[in-house]
Structure formats: structure tokens, C-alpha cells
């Protein structure tokens, strides 16, 4: 079966400061992999997404992910931490090969970015 | 913007009722697929239609349903409401973005059952 651990609640960085997010992931064969960044009472905005190729994905607004299959993870970064950046994100994989394209999401980290 | 609109944005139900939500996709996006937030939860997988036929469905009983229709509309519809399913319904479309395939969520629909 496939699964998403999202291990942290919820992570608080100052502005400027790096920031990661974490995301590990349990699924049968190859992986798609995902971020997306939800805003309060809005739907998901996506980031960025790991199909195949180079293990650092780069996305929209500086965010940068990096794919880890020995350890199976896919944790997001930024080098530098906006105060606009506090939002709940979400990691989500699919499986290739699949008959849908159903996402598998993790439970979700608060992102809380100091000024 | 992803070019994915809801309607209505909010919707206040008692537990019994039906309830229909809506999806406009773009033009072009054959596939749609439907998901429940629950609060302080990720999304979960509900179904996904392609050119009009359910192709997948998750963990949901069957007064979950749904229809999509040519014009790259959709409806999601909940009969017999309980009060778990209140939640953000959210629809999301496929389509090809620079060649390749992405999928763009709509804004949801906040479903609240009294």
C-alpha cells in the first residue's frame, strides 16, 4: 500500500533562515512525488514534483525538493525563509504506472515563519 | 490561477440531505479527480473520472458519486449526509503544462452538515 509520513506538525523557522520540510513515502515501484502548499481556505497550489531524472527537483517560488530513494524520502528546502512563505504544505506520491493518477497525501506541516 | 473553478464556495447541509458540488475544468483536461479534507487532515482520494467514466475510486462508500460531462464540467454528489462528511471537497484536473502532465486543483467547496 502506498503511504506518506510527514513527521512534523509543524516547523518554525526565522525569516532568512533555511527551512526544510520533511516527507518519507512507502510505495510499490517507482514513485511520483509531490509538494503542494495550501493557504488558508484556499485549495492547493502546487510546487513541485519528482518524476524521474536529477534527484533535485527545483519549483515555483524558490522551493527546491530532493529525492532520496535509498532512504525514501523527499523533503522540501529553501535557502531563505519569507514570512509569506507560513502555510500548510502537503507531500503526496503516485504510483507510475497506475490507472489513475490518485494522489496519496501526507497528513500535512505548518509551516510558521518568523519576522 | 489553474483555471480549475468551484461552486458554491460554501455550503451549509443537515445530515439526510443531498448535496450536489461543482467543477469547471479547462478546456482540454479529460481527466478530474475528487478529494475530501477533512480539518486538520491531508486530502483524501474520493474517485476520478476520464471522458466521462469513473476509472478509480478510493475508500468511499457509494452514496459518493459522480458525473462528468463533455464540456470539462463535473459533479460531485453526496446522498444521505452524515456529519463526517463535512469537510473541503476539493476537484482537480489534469492537463499538459509545458509537455507535461499536471494536476491543477480548483479552490473547493467547504461542505458543513448540521
Known amino acids: 500500500a502506498q503511504s506518506v509520513a510527514q513527521p512534523e506538525d509543524q516547523v518554525n523557522v526565522a525569516e532568512g533562515n533555511p527551512l526544510t520540510v520533511k516527507c518519507t513515502y512507502s510505495?510499490?515501484?517507482?514513485?511520483?512525488l509531490f509538494w503542494y502548499v495550501q493557504y488558508p481556505n484556499r485549495g492547493l497550489q502546487f510546487l513541485l514534483k519528482?518524476?524521474?531524472?536529477?534527484?533535485l527537483v527545483k519549483g515555483s517560488y524558490g522551493f527546491e525538493a530532493e529525492f532520496n530513494k535509498s532512504q525514501t524520502s523527499f523533503h522540501l528546502k529553501k535557502p531563505s525563509a519569507l514570512v509569506s512563505d507560513s502555510a500548510l504544505y502537503f507531500c503526496?506520491?503516485?504510483?507510475?504506472?497506475?490507472?489513475?493518477?490518485?494522489?496519496?497525501f501526507g497528513t500535512g506541516t505548518l509551516l510558521a515563519v518568523q519576522p | 490561477e489553474t483555471g480549475v473553478t468551484q461552486s458554491p464556495t460554501h455550503l451549509i447541509k443537515t445530515r439526510g440531505q443531498q448535496v450536489t458540488l461543482r467543477c469547471s475544468s479547462q478546456?482540454?483536461?479529460?481527466?478530474v479527480s475528487w478529494y475530501q479534507q477533512a480539518l486538520g487532515q491531508g486530502p483524501q482520494f474520493i474517485f476520478q473520472?476520464?471522458?466521462?467514466?469513473?476509472?478509480g475510486r478510493g475508500n468511499f462508500p457509494p452514496r459518493f458519486s459522480g458525473l462528468q460531462f463533455p464540456n470539462y464540467s463535473s459533479e460531485l454528489n453526496v446522498n444521505a449526509l452524515e456529519l463526517d462528511d463535512s469537510a473541503l471537497y476539493l476537484c482537480a484536473s489534469w492537463g499538459l503544462v509545458h509537455g507535461r502532465d499536471e494536476q491543477f486543483f480548483g479552490p473547493g467547496t467547504r461542505l458543513t452538515v448540521l
Open positions: 473520472y476520464y471522458r466521462e467514466e469513473e476509472n
Open positions: 478546456s482540454g483536461h479529460n481527466t
Open positions: 519528482y518524476i524521474t531524472g536529477d534527484n
Open positions: 510505495v510499490s515501484g517507482n514513485p511520483y
Open positions: 503526496a506520491v503516485s504510483r507510475t504506472g497506475g490507472a489513475t493518477n490518485k494522489l496519496i
